[in-house]
């Protein structure tokens, strides 16, 4: 079946001397791997290396068979060209983290067009924006709400969070309970805008603590999430 849809990318891995396979999370039909053969020499056609950064978002012409294999992609052209993207060091950083951690999560060969247009918007978003030191928090948070475990809020009185849960309590005696300031600044975080909370002011410790503890929350809530590659290089550049 051949189409044309829009089209994130997630991750590029080079294969052999010449070849690229990508992951691209689809519009029409959810995350999907192509097969890209020559390209790493190819000074001709109509896809070309550069356009499968990590989150580019593209037009693409396809041929799926959607049999669970790798896929023919025919064309692609950049739909939204980033401004600053992936040419300041902080955000394109983010993007490498932000692209890991889509790698691990999202698995489903199957249209979810809600989270299409939180992605397509947020990276805008990122694009257009200065202030974004807490951009990866939110957008992790709010990420939840699409995969399906958004932190229960109706107790968020309580002093404590549980990871494996999901919910506010009082007791402190779990292994996956999380308390003190954790907690404060992932109530603030709850529910807040990007705008809203980029103006939540945290030390690099704090920053780095709440990052880590929602690693450790999408890993007891994913099957298979693995530990990120990137969190270091992001770690390194806001130290």
């Known amino acids: 079946m051949t189409l044309q849809t829009e089209a994130i990318v997630i991750h590029a891995l080079r294969y052999g001397e010449t070849d690229l396979i990508v992951k691209l999370f689809t519009r029409s039909n959810g995350l999907k791997s192509y097969l890209l053969r020559g390209i790493l020499k190819s000074k001709k056609g109509k896809l070309r290396a550069a356009l499968f950064q990590p989150l580019t978002q593209l037009e693409i012409e396809a041929v799926h068979k959607n049999k669970g294999g790798l896929e023919r992609l025919k064309e692609a052209k950049i739909k939204t060209a980033y401004v600053s993207l992936h040419t300041q ?109 980029m103006n939540i002011k945290l030390s690099k410790v704090i920053r780095s603590n709440l990052v880590n503890t929602l690693l450790t929350y999408f890993e007891l809530h994913l099957h298979g999430f693995k530990n990120l590659k990137s969190l270091a290089i992001l770690n390194e550049i806001y130290n």
């Open 89 to 197: 060091i902080l955000k394109s950083s983010i993007v490498l983290f932000i692209s890991e951690v889509l790698k691990n999560s999202i698995q489903e060969e199957e249209e979810n067009e809600a989270l299409y247009e939180y992605l397509e918007a947020t990276l805008l978003w990122l694009d257009t924006h200065d202030e974004i030191a807490n951009f990866h928090i939110v957008f992790m948070i709010k990420l939840t709400q699409y995969l399906g475990f958004y932190p229960d809020t109706s107790q968020i009185d309580l002093p404590c969070f549980n990871l494996e849960e999901g919910t506010f309590g009082i007791s402190r005696r779990h292994i996956h309970n999380i308390e003190g300031l954790q907690v404060s600044y992932l109530k603030e975080f709850l529910g807040t805008t990007f705008d809203e909370g």
